[in-house]
């Protein structure tokens, strides 16, 4: 019908294991290949180490840790990046493997299944069901809130 509008968002996509997982585009930076990363004296465990970008310091995020996922084993390929831009300056998840950028239907949108238990159930926002896999859609926000990291 001419007029009705079908509500669209589009997500950056990435894998930790099998777990397919999307973020708001709009938050992207840039994605990128494994970056040589510097560890961080008393940092939270969540915070693998900083990177640097052109000159710009970098913090890195493990989100297999920050989500409370199984470790990556020694034998997995190094992790990707996905940077975020934040109101306090750009942050990198490390991720498995990069998806794609997609859009999907604000109508297939589902609260998270009660499956979803932990941590992980505070910072997945919904989900979307697509042909034979199942999209998290995660909270930036939540995930990079520095009082949550810090406590991790």
Known sequence: MRGERVSEKILCTFYLGDLYFGIDVRG???????????PVPLAPEVITGLM?????????????????????DDDQPAPMNVVLQTDD?????LVDRIGDVMEVDE??????????????????????????????ELD???LLDEPTLVEA
Do not use: W
Request: net charge negative; aromatic share 2%; charged share 25%.
């Open 28 to 38: 992207v930076q840039e994605v990128m290949s494994n970056h040589e990363l510097t």
């Open 140 to 142: 930036t926000d939540r």
């Open 107 to 136: 109508q297939q949108f589902e609260t998270p299944p009660e499956t979803v238990t932990g941590v992980a159930r505070d910072l997945i926002v919904g989900t979307y069901k697509l042909e034979g896999q199942l999209l998290l």
């Open 89 to 93: 300056g750009p942050v990198s998840l």
């Open 52 to 72: 640097n970008v052109r000159g710009q310091i970098i913090p890195a995020v493990d989100l297999r840790c920050r989500l409370e996922l199984e470790r990556r």
